[in-house]
């Protein structure tokens, strides 16, 4: 049971880390990224190529796949920097799927739908299974601990204002004499980045990577998990992040009181008891669990 809780601790930490690069460009800069798994499976491939074919040290891989996706959110931010709204969303949507297609096709590559396995992980083979899945909770929480930090700091800096003037009306914010393109492209860039490391980190947990793992599914578990967590708030990210995989997997035990219901009844079941209740904390709690706190002006 404690090495069950730890993945999924892990796996709650990974959800949280894609989290807070959503809420960096939606939460933030108001920038809706439907294509968070493209950039995810960018970072896993990377990394595991990198340190699976080449044999380059695991931090090697860590550091390329952070560059290479946030390189890759620098192109796509190019090409859809003038778009807005549900545009961005599809076009955004669409990457995600290219790199899913590319990632099942281009067999030279990423070994087609067959994945790429026996992805080295830190400590891996040189200390129990229990010990290692502890261990790596320990990496991925310090991770989630420094990006949670290190985006703090940004949303009080200079450039969080004015992503959140860009966020409330871009117009304005150019008329103020702000590049809103540049820094909607820098956004976009250090959250695919976030993105990509999150991708690494899950490639270098489970040993294992293939198209499979990155579905759709995946980002709108992370959109769901930042709306329920609340929009603009980086603790409300990782909440969300929390929050949803304690009733993917809490869900699992239905079983237990739905006695006489097959495989498929049940996972119906599951998918329903997860919608129903996101549906009532978004209907009762719109603005999140854990809300933006915008500053208040100092009064004179």
């Not at 409330?168 to 103020?176: K, T």
């Not at 708030?233 to 237990?256: H, M």
Request: with cysteine; aromatic share 10%; charged share 10%.
């Amino acid at each position: 049971m404690t090495d069950y809780l730890v993945a999924m601790l892990t796996f709650a930490a990974l959800y949280g880390l894609m989290s807070l690069a959503l809420n960096l460009v939606w939460g933030m800069a108001g920038m809706i990224n439907l294509g968070l798994v493209g950039f995810f499976a960018l970072g896993g491939y990377a990394s595991a190529l990198l340190t699976h074919r080449f044999g380059l040290p695991i931090p090697v891989g860590l550091a390329a796949a952070f560059l290479f996706a946030g390189a890759c959110g620098v192109v796509v931010a190019l090409v859809t920097a003038r778009l807005r709204g549900d545009y961005l969303a599809i076009v955004t949507l669409g990457f995600a799927e290219v790199v899913r297609i590319i990632a099942s096709n281009e067999i030279w590559l990423t070994n087609g739908t067959d994945g790429i396995s026996g992805i080295p992980g830190p400590l891996r083979g040189e200390v129990p299974p229990a010990t290692f899945n502890l261990v790596y909770l320990l990496i991925v929480l310090a991770v989630v601990a420094i990006a949670f930090f290190l985006l703090q700091n940004l949303r009080h800096s200079p450039f969080g204002r004015v992503l959140r003037a860009i966020r409330d009306d871009d117009q304005v914010a150019a008329v103020a004499g702000k590049w809103v393109i540049a820094f909607k492209i820098e956004a976009f860039a250090i959250s695919s980045g976030m993105l990509g490391l999150a991708g690494a980190l899950y490639g270098h947990y489970t040993s294992y990577i293939a198209p499979d793992a990155f579905v759709p599914l995946v980002t709108i578990y992370i959109v769901l998990a930042l709306s329920a967590g609340g929009t603009g708030s980086n603790l409300g990210a990782l909440c969300g992040a929390l929050l949803i995989v304690f009733f993917q997997e809490g869900t699992r035990f239905i079983a237990a009181w739905a006695p006489g219901l097959g495989a498929v009844q049940l996972a119906a079941l599951r998918e329903i008891a997860i919608s129903a209740t996101l549906i009532l904390i978004l209907r009762f709690r719109p603005q999140g669990l854990l809300p933006e706190k915008l500053p208040r002006l100092a009064k004179r």
